[in-house]
C-alpha cells in the first residue's frame, strides 16, 4: 500500500491512539489490564496448553501502547510491534527504553506489508485495527498467513448497533465540511455538548472512555476510513480470509442462558437456534456490544486441540474448571435453591438444580469430569454420566463461566 497517500496514516501520525498518557507504563495500569488477555484467556485459546511459555507475538497495529504493555506483561516472550503509525511507534520506543523492554522490537509496518517481516507467531493481537483497514479481508488474510500451525489470533472490531448514531454524526460533520483539525475538533465538542439527555447519542457518550480527548474526538468521529461489524459480518470476515472461527473471548453475551435467565421462554427459544443464529439473535436483543472480541486459528489446525468433545464420551477425560460464585438463592434450610452468577458484575443469577449445584461444588480445575461425577456421588455407563454431566457443563461455558482443559494428544 501507498503510506504517503494513506488517510489513515496521516491520521495517526498527526493524532496518535490512544493519546499517550504517560511515559511510564507503572502510571497506565488500565492498559497494562487491557493487554493480559493471553493470560487471562490461554484455556479458551489453547484448552490442551500452550505451545510453550516463551511465545513469538505479534501486536499488529500496536498504537501508543499496546506492544509495550504485551512485552512488560509477558518478559518471556518475544514481541514484534508493527503500526502505520511513526508517531505512535516514536512513543513505544519510549516506553520500551523506560522499562528496558529488550523482548521488543518495534517495525513501521502496514498490516497489509506484515508479511516481510519473515517469521511466524504463536499468538498475534490485532485489537481495534482491523476496521481501519482498506480491505481487512485482505489485512486478515496477510496476518493469517503469519500464524504458527497452533498459533491463535486474537481480534477486535467495532460492533454496529451501538455505534449508529456515531455514523450519523460522521456524515453531518462531512456535511458541515469539518476536517481532522483543531478548530474541528472544537466544533465536535460543541455539538456534543448541546444534545439533550434523551438524545439516541447519549447512550454511546455514558459508555465512551476516550471523548474527553483530542485523539479520541478525531478518531471517534471525524475518522477517514472505518466500519462496523454484526456477528455475521464477523464470521463472513474470517471465512473469507481463509481461517476458523475459533471462539468469543467471552460467551456470556452471545449465548441466552446467562441474559435471559429470567425469561424461560425466550431463552429456550434462543437456545434451539444454531450457534451462530443464537449469536446474532443475543447481539440484535443486547444492542450494545460495542467490540467484538474473538480468536481465530488456521485450517490446519487439528480441532480435536481446541473444540470440546460435547457429545463424545471424550468430554469425562476433560478436566473442567470455573470462575463463578455458587449461590444460594432461596428456599429453605432443608432444601435450599442454588444459582451461579457474579453479582458484583451486575450479571444475573442463572438458576441450578440441587444435583448440578453438588457437581459444580467438586469442580476444581484439577481432576477431571469423571471424577468430579464420582465425587459428587453420580455413577453409571460413560453414557449415563454424560447425560448427567452435560446440561451443567454446556451452560458454563454458554455463560463463560467454565472452561475445559482437554487431555493432550486427543
Known sequence: MNLATDPVRHQYERWPYPPPPAED???????????????DLAPRFWPAGVPREDMDILVAGCGTVAAACVAQNFPQCRVVGIDISRASLDFEEKLKARHHLENLTLV?????????????????????????????????????????????????????????????????????????????????RETLSILPPGHPLQSYLRLAKDQCTDSGIVDTYLNRRDRPYTVPDCLALVAEAGLVFQGWDVNFDYYPDGPLCGNPSLRHRLSALKDE????????????MRMHEFHVC??????????????????????????????RIGG???SPLWGIGRPAAGNPV?????????????????????????????????????????????????????????????
Open 277 to 288: 443464529e443464537a449469536w446474532q439473535a443475543m447481539e440484535i436483543i443486547s444492542g450494545s
Open 332 to 334: 429453605t434450610a432443608f
Open 25 to 39: 507504563l507503572t502510571a497506565m495500569p488500565q492498559y497494562l489490564r487491557v493487554y493480559q488477555a493471553l493470560r
Open 108 to 188: 513501521h509496518c502496514p498490516i497489509e506489508d506484515a508479511a516481510s517481516l519473515g517469521k511466524s507467531f504463536d499468538y498475534i493481537l490485532c485489537q481495534g485495527v482491523l476496521h481501519h483497514t482498506e480491505s481487512p479481508v485482505a489485512a486478515l488474510r496477510v496476518l493469517g498467513g503469519l500464524l504458527a500451525i497452533e498459533g491463535v489470533m486474537r481480534v477486535a472490531l467495532y460492533g454496529k448497533y451501538p455505534r449508529e448514531q456515531v455514523y450519523a454524526f460522521q456524515e453531518l460533520f462531512r456535511v458541515m465540511g469539518l476536517s481532522q483539525n483543531e478548530e474541528s475538533v472544537a466544533v465536535v
Open 298 to 327: 488456521r485450517p490446519e489446525r487439528d480441532p480435536a486441540t481446541y473444540r470440546i468433545p460435547w457429545n463424545s464420551e471424550k468430554l469425562l477425560s476433560c478436566v473442567p474448571g470455573h470462575c463463578v460464585d455458587l449461590l
Open 350 to 410: 442463572v438458576p441450578l438444580t440441587l444435583d448440578q449445584a453438588v457437581l459444580l461444588s467438586k469442580i476444581d480445575g484439577r481432576h477431571t469430569l469423571a471424577q468430579c461425577l464420582a465425587a459428587a456421588g453420580v455413577s453409571g455407563t460413560n453414557e449415563t454420566l454424560l447425560e448427567k454431566a452435560l446440561p451443567l457443563m454446556r451452560l458454563l461455558w454458554r455463560t463463560g463461566y467454565g472452561v475445559f482443559c482437554l487431555p493432550r494428544g486427543e
